[in-house]
Every structure is written in structure tokens, then in C-alpha cells.
């Protein structure tokens, strides 16, 4: 899957269509779109709408966390890899596309691969083993389908490395990436999860456990009074995830 590929910028055309429908989205999500070159070979490129004031600075941090993210893992075999950013002073990434389909789609059609989920369970192991906790593995559109039935992850945004943590905090991690994957294996191919493994996922997973997505939902719900502002509701985001992020830089 990490095969090398010349995905120079040089002589590519960017396509129109982005994978995310732009029209809707809301103002400080990034934009992922496609590019091809003269080979073929297509890449992902996402892009934050701002790169100057507070909140280009924001976004510059935010592109620039991925990235490291994404360098620290590209060489496994389930990543994105000839990871790169054009410059430090745009919030942009881009990265090798992976020809693939998220999970959910696959297990709503013919079902997911045999031995899709213990490779990926496998596969999570090693991510730890290499320092990197994923934190947001619970979420479908995260784990693709390649196009040879191998499992692969995207989406770093919410990584964290593992040294950044105290040794306690370090297994809550790793723990929450496990019970991610174990979510997913239980809903979509639960026939071929071990029975340890169910015994462990009901054991330990609970629906309301803490989540960066749901504190960020509670905390919009507070500020807003329950009110669907999408302007006050995306600053409450990115002021939420900004300390968020403080509190973890705290123990580098």
C-alpha cells in the first residue's frame, strides 16, 4: 500500500469535485479535495479556509499536528504515506489518496473481508507500538477498505503521541483506541469476534464514555443554551479543541 509513487505537484491539475461536499460545510472544517497528475497517481489534499490572524495561526497548528502525525506512522502499511505540507505558513496538507471505501459502506453491501477486523485490531497494536494513539477509531469513515480488502486508517487529526501522556494516561489512550476498534467489530462482524473480546468490549465499553467530540457537544450545548448557531457553535469548537490541545502540549 506504501508503495513509492511520483506525486510531484509539477504538471498536476486539481480537480473540482472535492471528496467533501463544500457548499454545506461549516466554516472551520477543512476542505479535501483531489489532485491527479499527468500519471494518474491522485493525491489528498486538505486545506483550512483561514491563514492569517489568530485563526490562520489556529489552523497553521492544527495542519501542522497532523502532519508530524502522519510522518511519525507513513512507513506502516495502513496509513497515508509521502505525507508533505507546500509551506508552514498555509494550513494545508496532502498526502497519497488511498483507493479505498469506508468500512461502513462495505459491511452495508457485501460485507466486510474475512479477517478484516483482527488485522485491524493487529493493526492498532502496532500504531501503539509506534507511539501513536489515533483517538478517534470509534468513527466509521475513518477505517477504509482498501481496494485489496486490507483495513487502513486516516484521519490524524485527533492523534496524539503516545510520549506526550504520563504512563496512566498512556494506557487510557491506548485503551480508547482498542474499545474503538471493538465498537466497529461488534457492529459490522460480530459472528467472527472472539468471545474474550466480546466479554472485554461489554465489559468495558460504555456509550456515554468521555469522547473529544461529545465533551465538545456538551460544552457547544452550555455556551449556546441548546441553540443550533453554526457560527457560535464552530468558535466554541475551535476555542474547545485550542485548550484542549494546551492542556496536552503541558506534559511534553
Not at 502525525?69 to 497515508?80: A, G, I, N, W, Y
Not at 496532502?94 to 459502506?105: A, F, N
Not at 486490507?150 to 498512556?170: E, K, N, R
Not at 467489530?185 to 465499553?205: A, G, I, K, T
Request: overall charge positive.
Amino acid at each position: 500500500m506504501n508503495g513509492q509513487t511520483n506525486c510531484s505537484s509539477m504538471g498536476s491539475s486539481w480537480k473540482p469535485a472535492a471528496i467533501t461536499d463544500t457548499a454545506d460545510q461549516k466554516w472551520y472544517k477543512p476542505i479535501i479535495s483531489l489532485n491527479a497528475d499527468q500519471s494518474g497517481n491522485r493525491d489528498v489534499y486538505k486545506a483550512f479556509r483561514f491563514s492569517r490572524g489568530l485563526l490562520g495561526a489556529y489552523f497553521r497548528f492544527l495542519a501542522s499536528h497532523e502532519y508530524r502525525m502522519l510522518r511519525k506512522v507513513e512507513h506502516l502499511d495502513f496509513t497515508p504515506d509521502q505525507v508533505r505540507r507546500p509551506s508552514d505558513a498555509a494550513p494545508t496538507i496532502h498526502y497519497r489518496l488511498i483507493e479505498g471505501r469506508p468500512v461502513k459502506e462495505i459491511a452495508a453491501g457485501k460485507g466486510v473481508p474475512d479477517n478484516f477486523f483482527s488485522q485491524l485490531f493487529t493493526d492498532v497494536k502496532t500504531l501503539h507500538q509506534h507511539g501513536v494513539a489515533h483517538m478517534d477509531l470509534g468513527n466509521s469513515g475513518n477505517i477504509l477498505v482498501s481496494g485489496r480488502g486490507d483495513p487502513a486508517i486516516i484521519d490524524f487529526g485527533s492523534a496524539i503521541p503516545l510520549s506526550w501522556l504520563p504512563t496512566p494516561l498512556q494506557g487510557w489512550a491506548c485503551r480508547k483506541d482498542i474499545l474503538g476498534v471493538l465498537k466497529l467489530w461488534h457492529r459490522f462482524d460480530s459472528e467472527s469476534m472472539p468471545l474474550f473480546l466480546v466479554h472485554y468490549y461489554q465489559s468495558n465499553y460504555r456509550k456515554n464514555i468521555y469522547t473529544p467530540r461529545r465533551f465538545l457537544k456538551a460544552l457547544r450545548r452550555w455556551v449556546t443554551g441548546g441553540a443550533d448557531k453554526e457560527g457560535l457553535s464552530g468558535l466554541t469548537t475551535v476555542i474547545s479543541v485550542f485548550f484542549g490541545l494546551l492542556v496536552l502540549v503541558s506534559f511534553t
